[in-house]
Each structure stands twice: as structure tokens, then as C-alpha cells.
């Protein structure tokens, strides 16, 4: 790409030295506060021993710290008596830490896990980073992907919160997570201070007092921030911008203590919080958007020397085919040469670019990015390993696409995406040992982070006992009501060997008293549900399917929350790879009186209304056996009993769009007589789960979705029972010849 910078030499300079100024200063800022690693490190997990021992009135070792490289990062071993004393050598700080809290933990649990902590077992990291993806809601002016929802707006303060940070890292490092990517449409206002585009920089912290509309926002991010929400706005924070640099310097540092690094991520091009200053706008043609956006990009990396990389997308708003530059030549001139400005001044610095590959060509990347500061080790991938739907299948096919560009040298990220459970408590280890072993191989694999789009994983703003409570730093993180969740994804990708009995020992310490191996079972029963129901019924991305409602909103406007009927179901299309046959295909093959060769849609429904049997039995076993009707225990088991009835009701629902399908071929009254007794069972079903899932949950604006009230739609469930009664015979469609998905074209034939 030719010079569009818009810059004369000096002013380049002039950029330059002001950034090597600011990397002078934060670097004598990280030393002045900064303790040792080790000893940062090990202070953590000496106080999550000792508050072990509080609690559970157990004696703690002593305990002591070493450090033997040959261990690797984060690898260690513990060593000795966990009855008299204990030695834990680490790899790294990291590796320590996490022996000590290998002890924490053994000292919390007791028995087995206290009694084999001191086996000399080496311990090393199955999966070398484990992330999680938080979409960051700065700012109404600087906002994410996430910012039109319920939950981003009311986290906006906490996220300038120091407090909020620190309880959030210690969750990451107990659970193992050693990467936190913060996602942005454009943070750099918020975030830096630009010499040149010095009036760019935003003090303060803004939040709209405006409702969120009717329709969700766009969902490419493009009216992220209205007229009407900047006119009639609050601020929620007096800060300026140089305070805020310290603020992110400071989480930063706690990151780092807690052994994670921390990453940026942007969508492109976005330049909000840019007001149309010094003649900025989003297109990529536009010579002075460039050169703000290369500027800023190095004032992000020499400002924060402990930020590890910065993620880019090829979108949603960098149009392809443009005759001036490409997508990658724009990307290579403002983040390739931004990031190689700031490293010019520090040589020596290990800095990632992790290249998505949304919306681009992967030859594209290749051709312009070789020259990278350090490629290919320090130049990366990214890929949504199952797009929106982890909670699927735990082999999702679609890496088979990318596979074969992961070569030279060059590794990728996984984006774990849940945009499947916001609400409810998740857990089934087998599901997620599975899961991540199924994951490439190491030459090919950096690591992952997971989260969603279409909620935030902050504080937890859906629980109704809570609502209009100020709480503040009281107020749990999502990661805290959700911690058997978070527990097992970042356990079993450190160490996937991690036995299940090691789970049902950490419920029983959660809860005293209960029968743990069945809160266990009904757990694991009631978590398998979704997955089933995402394959049997797929949709790729978030704004098309949203299993707690089962709910989608339409990407042409008028958007909003729409409700899936058993029409939808009867032509929906299951998760490619998954071995189970559409409805569709199903009726086909009993038409041809050809073998099913697959699962049907019938098996899919006799395993989901299994699952909830066997949950709801395990659930009134648990309260008969004297589980509290208040408190944690009592909310976690009504989690697993809406999602029973859920299942029931897609159990019902299957069968019913079934039997309509059938008699949309045989005319026969019996099908269809059928049809109506099944979708009046799901009916029923809905009705109570509605009942159980909005006794402890708000209704709430979901930014892809809309808003979501799941007991009003109620009525949506109960116009099934219409459609089946009004259905006219020869209504379905269907071409056996046909792909049902477009993977059936990307996709190699043994993906």
C-alpha cells in the first residue's frame, strides 16, 4: 500500500518520541509499585491457604516456595507432608502460584486431594493460554459489541473499578485462566493519549440514561452510539484521561500478578469517541483516519508496556474491494505499522498481533503480514471454533476450513463463543474434557479464550432477589455465581487428567451436608441438555439462535426478539458433522424406506426428555435430602430444574413439528392429532419453565437478540398448537440433492 498516512517526517517523529516518553514513564511507574513476581505471586496463594484453613478449621502446612525453570511455564511439583510441611517448586511464578493453590485447595477439599498433594507429581499445562473474551463496556462513547444490552450497561461503572479487577483476576488465577482479552469496536480514546490527535483523548466516563430501543442495535456495531444517547447521557465517573492511563496500568499490574496476560482486541474500522476531529471519519480511504488510527495504535502498545498483543478483525466495517487498498494493506498500515513504530524503541520487546480470520482471506494475511516484528512467533491466528455455540458438540467440524493456512511457524487462537447459557449454572466435566481435547494440537494451537457477544460477563445484574440493589463491590461476578463452570474449563484445560470425582469433591465442599455425587449427576444431566438441543437445531451465529428463548432476531430490520415456531423447526437444519438428521431428510428416508443411518430427530427427543427425567428425579431427591429452599444450593438446583423443563419442552416440540411433517404428507388426522398433543405438552412445559427460570431471573435486553421476557413468550410457545391445527398438507419443501447448511461445501468430507 502507498504512503496514506497524512503525516509530514517531523510529526512522525514528533509521535514517536512522545511514545518512547511515555513507555520511559510507565516503566518507572510498573517498577515503583511493582514487588517481586515470586513473592506477588505466592502471597496469593499463601492467603487462599490460610483462608482454607479458616474456613474449614484444618490444619495448613507450611509451606515453602522454590523456583527450577526445567519445570517450564507454569509447570510444578509439590513435595513432602501436607500433615507437617510442604515444598512447591515452580517453572515460573505462575507455576508456583499454582501449587500453592493446589494447597489452598487440598487444605478446602480434605481427604484424597489433601492426602496425595505432597506425590512429586509434575504438573504442566495441557493448553499453554486459557483465556477468557470480555467484551469491555468503557464508555457510551468508546463502546464494545456488547454495549446495547442490559448487563454492558449496567457494568460500566464497575469496570473502572479497582476492586472489580482484583476480584476478577483472583476467580482467573483460581480457575487457572491465564489470559484476559478485552474486546472493543475502538478503545483508544478511552484508553491513550495521542500527541498528535491530542484532543481525541476522553476524560470521564459517560453512560447513556436513554432505554434501549425496541429493535437491538446494529449488528455489525455500526450506530453503536446515537445522537440521542450522547445528548442525554450521565457521567458516571469524574477521571481524566491521564488518570485513567494509571487506572489500566494498575489492572494491568494486578493482571500480571495473578500471572495473566492482558490483550486488546478491535473491530475495524470504528472511530467512535473521534467526534469527526481533525477531519476522522470510518472510512478506509480517508488519509488522516490512518494516520490516527496507526498512532494510536503505538501510543496503546509504549503506553502499557505490560498489555501482551492486540487482536484485529477485518471488520465489521472494512469493506472488501476497494480499489485503493485492501482490507490487510489497511490493517498492515495502521496496526502493522503502529505496533512496528512503538517497538522501535524497544527491540526487545515480545509484542502479538493475533490476526482474526473473520471476514478476510487467509492468503491475504500471509502476503501482508510476513514482515511483523517477529513473525511467526510472535504473529497469530484466531478462529470461532464453533462459531457462536460452544455448548454443541464438543468436536466442532469447523476448524477443518482453517487448518490447512495454520502452517510455517504460525499457531491460531481458538474463540470459544457462548452465546448458548447467560443465565443458568453449567456443568458437566465430561462435556468439557471432551471438548478440549478434541482442540488442534499444540504445533497448531496457541491456546483459547471464551465468552460471549450477546451478555457480559461482569457483575451479575439477572438475579431478581438482587434487583435495583446497590451492591457495589457485595455484588458477585458472573464468574462467581457461575464458578463451577468457570472452575472446570480452566481446570480441565490446565490439566484435562483431572478426574470427575475431583468436581463431586468441590460441590461437597460448596455445600456440607448434601449428597454431592448426585448434585453431581443432576449437574452433568441437566448441562447436557443444550448441547443436545444446539445440534439437533442449528443456527451459526448468536443473533440467530438463542436456546434459553429459543429465541432469534432477524439481521434485516424491523429487528427484535423473535420467537422460533414449529415450522422453523420442522425446516431447520442440524449442526453440520453432528450424525443426526434434519426432519426434513428424516421423512425423506422413511418415504424411500431407505435406512436412517444417523440419529433422528425422534432419538434426539427420547435423549433430551431422558436428560430431564433424570435431572428432575436427582433434583426432588436433592430437596427431599434437606437442600435449603434459600441460598445458593436452593438457586443452583432451580437452574437445573428450568433447564429440565426447557428440555422437556424441545423434547415435546421435536416430536410435534415430527408428526406435522408426517402428515403434511400422509393428510392422516391421526398425525396431525398427534402433532397438536405434543405441542399442547410443550405448551405446558414452556409454562413452567418460564415459572422456575423468572422466580430467580430478570427479563432482560440482550444486544443480538432484543428483549427477552420468557414468560411472556409464553404465547409464542402456545401459537404452535395453532399452526399444527391449521396446517395444510404439501406445505413443506424439501430437495434431498441439495447442501441443507453452506459447511457442506467449506468442509472437507471427514471433518
Known amino acids: ?41 505466592t502471597g496469593f496463594a499463601d492467603a487462599e491457604i490460610a483462608a482454607a484453613a479458616r474456613a474449614t478449621g484444618r490444619a495448613a502446612p507450611r509451606v515453602r516456595y522454590a523456583v527450577d525453570e526445567k519445570l517450564g511455564a507454569e509447570g510444578y511439583r509439590i513435595e513432602g507432608s501436607a500433615s507437617t510441611a510442604l515444598t512447591v517448586t515452580g517453572g515460573d511464578a505462575t507455576g508456583a502460584m499454582y501449587g500453592g493453590l493446589d494447597v489452598a485447595e487440598g487444605v478446602r477439599l480434605g481427604g484424597e486431594t489433601l492426602a496425595m498433594l505432597g506425590n512429586g507429581r509434575t504438573h504442566r499445562p495441557h493448553i499453554a493460554k486459557r483465556g477468557i473474551k470480555y467484551n469491555i463496556p468503557l464508555d457510551l462513547r468508546t463502546p464494545s459489541y456488547s454495549d446495547g444490552s442490559t448487563s454492558s450497561q449496567l457494568n460500566i461503572p464497575e469496570v473502572w473499578s479497582r476492586a472489580f479487577w482484583q476480584a476478577y483476576f483472583d476467580e482467573m488465577a483460581r480457575d487457572r485462566y491465564n489470559v484476559l482479552t478485552l474486546w472493543s469496536l475502538h478503545p483508544f480514546p478511552s484508553m491513550v493519549k495521542v500527541p498528535e490527535f491530542a484532543d481525541i483523548a476522553l476524560d470521564d466516563v459517560w453512560r447513556s440514561r436513554e432505554p434501549l430501543d425496541a429493535e437491538p442495535l446494529d449488528f455489525r456495531g455500526r450506530d453503536a452510539v446515537h445522537p440521542k444517547f450522547l445528548a442525554n447521557h450521565e457521567v458516571v465517573k469524574k477521571i481524566t484521561i491521564g488518570e485513567k492511563i494509571a487506572f489500566w496500568r494498575d489492572v494491568m499490574q494486578m493482571a500480571a500478578d495473578r500471572g495473566i496476560a492482558v490483550y486488546v482486541f478491535t473491530w475495524n474500522v470504528f472511530v467512535y469517541g473521534t467526534a469527526g476531529k481533525y477531519g476522522i471519519d470510518d472510512s478506509m480511504t480517508n488519509t488522516r483516519t490512518v494516520a490516527y488510527m496507526r498512532a494510536s495504535v503505538r501510543e496503546m ?107 510455517d511457524g504460525v499457531k491460531t487462537w481458538l474463540t470459544v463463543r457462548n452465546d448458548d447459557l447467560y443465565s443458568f449454572r453449567w456443568g458437566d466435566p465430561d462435556f468439557a474434557r471432551e471438548y478440549i481435547l478434541n482442540m488442534p494440537l499444540p504445533d497448531k494451537l496457541v491456546g483459547f479464550y471464551m465468552g460471549p457477544d450477546g451478555f457480559n460477563w461482569g457483575r451479575d445484574f439477572l438475579d431478581r432477589a438482587n434487583a435495583g440493589k446497590e451492591q457495589g463491590a457485595a455484588r458477585r461476578l458472573v464468574t462467581q455465581k457461575q464458578w463451577y463452570s468457570f472452575a472446570m474449563w480452566g481446570r480441565l484445560s490446565y490439566d484435562p487428567s483431572l478426574p470427575d470425582r475431583h468436581f463431586e469433591a468441590m460441590l461437597a465442599a460448596r455445600f456440607p451436608g448434601v449428597d454431592a455425587g448426585r448434585l453431581y449427576a443432576a449437574s452433568s444431566a441437566a448441562s447436557k441438555i443444550i448441547p443436545q438441543v444446539t445440534q439437533f437445531f442449528w443456527q451459526d451465529i448468536d443473533l440467530e439462535w438463542f436456546p434459553e428463548a429459543c429465541a432469534y432476531s432477524p439481521q434485516k430490520r424491523p429487528r427484535g426478539t423473535r420467537f422460533y415456531s414449529v415450522a422453523d423447526f420442522i ?181
Open 301 to 407: 502498545v509504549t503506553t502499557y508496556p505490560l498489555l501482551a498483543g492486540i487482536g484485529i478483525t477485518a471488520g465489521e466495517n472494512l469493506p472488501a474491494g476497494n480499489p485503493t487498498a485492501t482490507q490487510e494493506q489497511w490493517l498492515w498500515s495502521t496496526y502493522g505499522a503502529g505496533i512496528s513504530d512503538a517497538l522501535k524503541a524497544q527491540p526487545s520487546r515480545r509484542f502479538e498481533l493475533v490476526h482474526r480470520f473473520h471476514e478476510t482471506e487467509p492468503g491475504e494475511i500471509e502476503r501482508n503480514w510476513s514482515a511483523y516484528p517477529g513473525f511467526p512467533d510472535s504473529f497469530t491466528y484466531s478462529y470461532k471454533y464453533s462459531v457462536a455455540h460452544m455448548y454443541s458438540d464438543p468436536k466442532p467440524p469447523f476448524i477443518a476450513e482453517a487448518i490447512p493456512f495454520i502452517k
Open 1 to 41: 500500500m502507498t504512503d496514506t498516512s497524512g503525516l509530514n517526517r517531523r510529526d512522525v517523529l514528533a509521535g514517536v518520541a512522545a511514545g518512547a516518553a511515555a513507555l520511559t514513564a510507565s516503566e518507572g511507574y510498573a517498577r515503583a509499585r511493582r514487588p517481586g513476581p515470586l513473592s506477588a505471586a
Open 571 to 751: 425446516n431447520g437444519v442440524p449442526m453440520p458433522r453432528s450424525g443426526i438428521l434434519s426432519i426434513r431428510r428424516w421423512r425423506q428416508r422413511l418415504t424411500d424406506s431407505r435406512p436412517l443411518d444417523a440419529l433422528s430427530p425422534l432419538d434426539v427427543a427420547t435423549a433430551l426428555a431422558g436428560l430431564a427425567d433424570t435431572t428432575l428425579d436427582h433434583v426432588a431427591d436433592l430437596r427431599t435430602g434437606g437442600a435449603t429452599k434459600e441460598g445458593e444450593l436452593a438457586s443452583t438446583l432451580a437452574d437445573y430444574e428450568a433447564m429440565a423443563h426447557l428440555g422437556r419442552y424441545y423434547a415435546h416440540k421435536i416430536r410435534g413439528a415430527c408428526d406435522l411433517a408426517l402428515y403434511d404428507q400422509s393428510s392422516r388426522p391421526s398425525d396431525k392429532g398427534s402433532a397438536v398433543v405434543e405441542l399442547l405438552a410443550a405448551k405446558d412445559a414452556w409454562r413452567r419453565y418460564a415459572a422456575v427460570r423468572d422466580a430467580q431471573y430478570l427479563p432482560a435486553f440482550y444486544n443480538r437478540i432484543g428483549y427477552v421476557d420468557v414468560t411472556a413468550l409464553t404465547a409464542s410457545a402456545a401459537k404452535d398448537v395453532e399452526i399444527a391445527r391449521t396446517w395444510r398438507a404439501g406445505t413443506i419443501t424439501f430437495d434431498p440433492n441439495a447442501p441443507e447448511t453452506h459447511w457442506e461445501k467449506l468442509l472437507p468430507r471427514d471433518a
